[in-house]
């Protein structure tokens, strides 16, 4: 939480520089043209995702298994989905690597870490 600050500071004002490049490079009307685009295909690709991992989910639950990936996943369809809703090019690209499988794969192993830690240190309390 000490760098979230930081970070609400440092992406915007990274992301307005990049779209003031972007438009001296490029045009304004093709680069407000590629947010916009960026913004449907990841709702698009949300979508997809979420229904995919719901399903998922409904699977590993009818198998009497606990759908922890599905819902790793979930979470972060959830906040690619939202960051790619945002203007700027930094956080559409985070946004699809939350929501494409393949990168999606690389950022599990450090939520699976936040969340034991998390778990460890009595910040999340899991109520059985």
Do not use: H
């Amino acid at each position: 939480m000490r760098y979230m600050l930081l970070l609400l500071i440092i992406i915007p004002a990274l992301e307005i520089g990049l779209l003031v490049l972007s438009g001296q490079a490029i045009g304004l009307v093709p680069t407000v043209l590629l947010i916009i685009t960026t913004g449907i295909l990841g709702a698009y690709l949300a979508k997809k995702q979420g229904i995919e991992t719901i399903r998922k989910a409904q699977r590993d639950m009818q198998y009497g298994q606990l759908p922890g990936d599905a819902i790793i996943d979930g979470l972060c369809i959830l906040v690619g989905g939202v960051v790619l809703l945002t203007p700027g090019f930094i956080t559409d690209a985070l946004g699809f690597l939350l929501l494409l499988p393949a990168t999606r794969k690389l950022f599990k192993p450090f939520i699976y870490r936040l969340f034991k830690r998390w778990i460890n240190n009595g910040n999340v309390i899991i109520y059985r």
